[in-house]
């Protein structure tokens, strides 16, 4: 019972004065009963933990070992001089040496991964007539005549706490008697925000579109044919051979499945810049309904669009802004909860809308708490392993376990804008400051939540306002249906000055 009683808070409302009945004229009270996040210090999976120390074997244990051995073999052979070499040894033993050298100087070279360098980025801002406060969304939404009097309600709750603010952006022809999903009106949105978001990045990068060789683009509801990816083919006259992906259902978290995928294709194709957009349409999203569980997207997803320029070129380290140094990916879809917590469907009456669960803030916690215990022995010092690994095999039974702090790994955290409920539950069990959870929570106000792009947005925020330093690290955390919880770690190359272009921009003036 003690257990169960960890996975829920509980508030007590007060409903106000009875009107009638034995208690009439008395104030009532109602206890909401709600899941929250699984506590983090309360346990600790050691299967996550072994998982990150593989990885961290996997992916460094070689590059450790090959120096020395290379260092070793150089000095034995730096003992000889080439005339000791010619009379004690043949031609053909000389020559095999060489070639002996030569191969493991290529395999060292062959097996150490390539870099991956971020150029820029780049975050849409669409127009003020797409501006819409919390108090016009319910006007249009009642004027619609779309939502009963309960749905209205709901929405009218759940923005009120929500933690979104009074300028984000929304296609108000959603707002329509009778609106109906239509593929017209997702081309129409994504074509614009993926487009704009674009175009400043080429202009920033000065990359011309020929030179793109990669290209990934991910949405999570709108599926076109011609694809998304195509769209942008066709309006930026892509090179012919281009390799185009288009990635879908992935949720909020699939820009940083965008990135992974975008490194392992970046690591096959040396010399090579790959364009990775992420967006959602918030027209595919919308749901003209009255069932509650469908209602919540309607609330937060807000529009916008983010595209990133990656590279391999050495020589564009000098001018890259960050480095890719870790990425983690965690799926909880084998487990059914996991798995149903959000989905797309229809309603009784044919309308599409994705489904909120009641368990989706438990399901994304144990999904971050898994991805975070696999991070962590990848970028954690090593003081803060041992003082973790100390204390877990020799800690007393009923004591909590110790849990790193994450703060000494990372300088900025942009964890994806959902909601203010679970940002503050995020910020309550990861023990950090108000400083690492700003630029969330400044973007959910100003933009809500846009989905993959809304990591793009925060991390646009820490650059305005001259946060980010050379040798920084920056953890982008997002979460997304599936269930999955997607996480990277950039190094910044230098000092980031303030952009010339920001959707934070307008703000400030």
Known sequence: MS????????????????????????????????????????????????????YLISHRLYLLLAPPLLAVFIARIGKFTWQDLYEKYGLIEVLFISALLCLMLYFYADLTPGSTYLLDFSCFLPSNEYKISKA????????????????????????????????????????????????????????????????????????????????????????????????????????HDIHSFNLGGMGCAAGITAIDLAKDLLDAYPRTYALVVSTEAVSSTWYSGNDIDMLLPNCFFKMGAAAIMLSNFCLDRWRAKYELKQLVRTHK????????????????????????????????????????????????????????????????????????????????????????????????NLELTEEYMEASRKTLERFGNTSSSSIWYELAYLELNSRIKRGDRVCQIALGAGFMCNSVVWKALRNVGRPKQSPWIEDEC
């Open 3 to 54: 257990k169960e009683s960890e996975e829920f808070s509980t508030e007590i409302v007060q409903r106000g004065v009875e009107n009638s009945g034995p208690n009439a004229g008395s104030l009532s009270f109602s206890v909401k009963v709600r899941p929250r996040l699984p506590d983090f210090l309360s346990s600790v999976n050691l299967k996550y933990v072994k998982l990150g120390y593989g």
């Open 136 to 239: 016009e969304f319910i006007q249009l939404a009642k004027k619609s005549r779309n939502f009963n009097e309960t749905a209205i309600e709901f929405q009218e709750r759940v923005l009120k706490k929500s933690g979104i603010g009074d300028e984000t952006y929304l296609p108000k022809g959603v707002f329509r008697p009778g609106y109906r999903n239509s593929l017209n009106d997702g081309r129409q949105e994504v074509s614009m925000v993926m487009f704009g978001a674009i175009k400043d990045l080429l202009a920033a990068t000065k990359v011309k579109p020929k030179d793109i060789r990669i290209l990934i683009v991910n949405c999570g509801i709108l599926n076109t044919t011609p694809s998304l990816s195509s769209m942008i083919v066709n309006h930026f006259k892509l090179r």
């Open 333 to 428: 879809g084998m487990d059914n909860r996991s798995y149903k917590s959000i989905h797309q469907k229809e309603d009784s009456e044919g309308r599409k809308g994705i489904s909120v669960s009641k368990d989706v803030i438990e399901v994304g916690g144990h999904a971050l708490k898994a991805n975070i215990t696999t991070l962590g022995p990848l970028v954690l010092p090593v003081s803060e392993q041992l003082h973790f690994f100390t204390n877990l095999i020799f800690k007393k039974k009923k004591t909590k376990p110790y849990i790193p702090d994450y703060k000494l790994a990372f300088e900025h955290m942009c964890i994806l804008a959902t909601s203010k409920k679970v940002l503050d539950e995020i910020q309550k």
